[in-house]
């Protein structure tokens, strides 16, 4: 079981100090926190998703990275299911 970051924007920057540290890591990226989906701040984390309801919203799905999946909602309370869960929301 990994940990799972689940960030926004207002709190992106005490979670991105800790994915330093955990080389383990998920994220999630959500509401605002799918502007961090060029995958240039996020460390090392191991899988990184956006919700794709919040890409599309922001106009954001010509910049979201190649290594960001995006996921629907189903996908996400499956993917939260699966690990523990740290909230930066």
């Not at 709190?11 to 383990?24: I, M, P, T, Y």
């Amino acid at each position: 079981m990994a940990n799972l970051y689940l960030i926004d924007r207002p709190f992106a920057e005490s979670a991105l100090g800790l994915l330093k540290q955990d080389a383990d890591a998920e994220v999630v990226l959500i509401q605002d926190g799918v502007y961090l989906g060029n995958g240039a701040s996020l460390g090392k984390a191991k899988r990184v998703y956006a919700v794709k309801r919040d890409v599309e919203r922001r106009g954001l799905g010509q910049f979201v990275g190649s290594s960001v999946k995006l996921i629907d909602y189903p996908e996400l309370v499956d993917i939260l299911f699966a690990n523990k869960v740290l909230n930066f929301a």
